[in-house]
């Protein structure tokens, strides 16, 4: 009760009483029990107000007075009290009439002391009042904290619940990504076959007419090629997201620079003719330093360089200038493009890990620029604050693995090599088969893995070259079976899938090198130049 009793020796009292002499009687008996906070109000008319600035916890009023009694007085400041409050009012009358007591209560009255009265009951009949109070405090204080309780977990609810709506949200974009991979996997598979059938009867038709000192036509068919190579780049798009760095890229030492004026004009019309019919003005900066020839497939860097610069526009809403440096620091080249406008630095972040973003004009985005970056044993950095633009760097390293086999290139092949070719696809098994005994080599074709296998068993051969989805036995299976019974066999495997079935990028167990159709004669040539090797 340690509580109550530090409550009761500071609770507040209000005496509204018209006689002096009776409101000094109560002030001497509360004074003896140790109740200091009194205030006293002689005029009733004055009592709201005085209710209003003192805040009493207990009123001791009378009955008895004139121009406005205590039931009128009762009245105003039940007014005045809360709904969740409770304060005690005990009624000093002379008045011993049971219709007075019950009017009385009905007006809020908690207790009554009819004059005289003693000291002792005035202390006790307080005492058990103020401790009803103290009871009451403490429940509304319990309330509040429980209301604030509620209150906290509420919010911690609702925001669980947003987070449940983001991830249901997310969770039906990735099942639908996840749907859309499947759909294009399937369509990527069938259209590489198709390219690949086109690119290789070209070729086949240029260098026919080439045999035959043929110039007619030639400069169509230089330019049927030529569209067949951007679509094949364009198709291989759908998997530069999951795909890293095989053996087969092409790696030649280019000129940064040279390409960063190349990506930069193309995208002029970006930059100049679309940003100025919206009423933009964006001033071009260039630094760039001449660095030293590095290691890369120049075309995937173009095409990087390119996206950065246009995905740094996009985010110019209102214009400016943008700055593209070219610098080499220590063992590492550095390539920077920044905007000084309000862009999206937040969700450009964002979108440079996300396989779904693309900007506006419906390129690959940022996240083909880091996957392009990364196969190059790069990193792309953004960075930038709201309101003060911001900042794409591309950090290369000057080392490369590569460096060495791109310069010297494959040895070329001393003999002709005894080749099992397994492709379910008619067309595209004797265009292969055509290619490979115009190099010079033998082949054996199979229709499906099941078949080259029967021939595998048969008869030596120097080297399998097989499609990875075949009916009955794939190319995996025919690959594990080979090895099984020549451990030492190289294996060149082709697909259509691109990188889709093999998203770390990794070659199957197995097989030396993986090449994603549509292949060229060139490129199965240097593959088999490699694996012979």
């Known amino acids: ?64 007075m004139p121009v406005m009694d205590g039931f ?9 009290i809360p709904p ?84 249901q949200r997310q969770s039906v974009r990735l099942e639908r990504l996840h749907a859309f991979s499947e759909m294009a996997g399937g369509v990527v598979h069938d259209f590489n076959n198709v390219l690949m059938v086109l690119m290789t009867l070209t070729d086949l038709m240029a260098r026919e007419a080439a045999r035959r000192g043929r110039t007619d036509g030639g400069g169509h068919l230089a330019t049927m090629q030529t569209i067949l190579e951007e679509a094949s780049r364009m198709i291989g798009r759908l998997h530069h997201f999951c795909r890293r760095r095989h053996d087969d890229d ?33 001033d071009i900066k260039l630094d760039l330093a001449r660095v030293e020839p590095l290691p890369c497939n120049a075309s995937e860097m173009r095409e990087a360089l390119f996206q950065l610069i246009v995905s740094a526009i996009d985010a110019m809403p209102r214009g400016g200038a943008l700055s ?26 964002a979108g440079a890990d996300d396989a779904a973003t693309a900007p506006p004009d419906g390129g690959p985005g940022l996240a ?26 591309i950090i290369l390293p000057r080392d490369n693995a590569f460096t060495a086999a791109a310069r010297s290139g494959p040895s070329p092949i001393s003999r002709p090599l005894r080749i099992l070719l397994a492709e379910d696809d008619d067309r595209l098994r004797s265009l292969i088969a055509l290619q490979m005994e115009s190099l010079g080599h033998h082949v054996e074709a199979a229709a499906d893995g099941n078949k080259a296998l029967e021939k595998f068993r048969e008869s030596p051969f120097d080297l399998i070259i097989t499609d990875l989805s075949m ?59 490699q694996v012979a090797a």
């Open 72 to 80: 009128a007085v009762l009245e105003e400041i039940r007014a005045l």
């Open 324 to 349: 593209v440096g070219l610098s080499q620091t220590g063992g590492s080249v550095e390539i920077s493009v920044s905007n000084d406008d309000a862009g999206p630095c937040d969700e450009a972040r």
């Open 84 to 167: 969740d409050d409770r304060i005690p009012v005990i009624v000093i009358t002379a008045d011993s009439l049971e219709s007075t007591r019950r009017r009385a209560l009905a007006g809020g009255a908690s207790d009554f002391l009819t004059k005289p009265f003693g000291s002792t009951e005035l202390r006790l009949r307080v005492r058990n009042l103020l401790e009803t109070r103290f009871l009451h405090l403490g429940l509304r204080e319990q309330n509040r904290l429980l209301e604030q309780r509620v209150t906290g977990r509420t919010q911690e609810l609702e925001a669980a619940l947003d987070e449940l709506r983001q991830i």
């Open 250 to 282: 092409h790696f030649t030492p280019a000129d940064l620079k040279k390409l960063l004026e190349e990506a930069i004009l193309l995208a002029k019309p970006k930059w100049q003719n679309i940003a100025r019919a919206e009423g933009r003005d964006i």
């Open 471 to 529: 009916p009955r036995l794939n190319g995996l299976a025919l690959v594990e079976a080979a090895r099984r019974h020549s451990a030492g066999i190289p294996v060149i495997m082709l697909t259509g899938f691109g990188a889709m079935l093999l998203p770390d990028g990794e070659r199957p167990p197995g097989v030396d090198i993986l090449l994603a159709k549509p292949v060229t004669r060139d490129n199965l040539a240097a593959a088999i130049a």
């Open 368 to 393: 083909t620029v880091r996957a392009i970056i990364r196969r190059h044993a790069g990193e792309l950095q953004v960075a930038g604050r709201p309101g003060a633009g911001s900042t794409f760097r």
């Open 1 to 64: 009760m340690y509580a109550f009793d530090q409550f009761l020796k500071s609770a507040r009292f209000l005496v509204i009483d018209d006689e002096p002499v009776s409101a000094s009687a109560v002030e001497i008996s509360l004074a003896a029990a140790g109740q200091d906070e009194l205030r006293i109000v002689t005029d009733p008319c004055e009592a709201a107000q005085a209710f209003v600035e003192y805040r009493p916890d207990i009123i001791l009023l009378d009955i008895s």
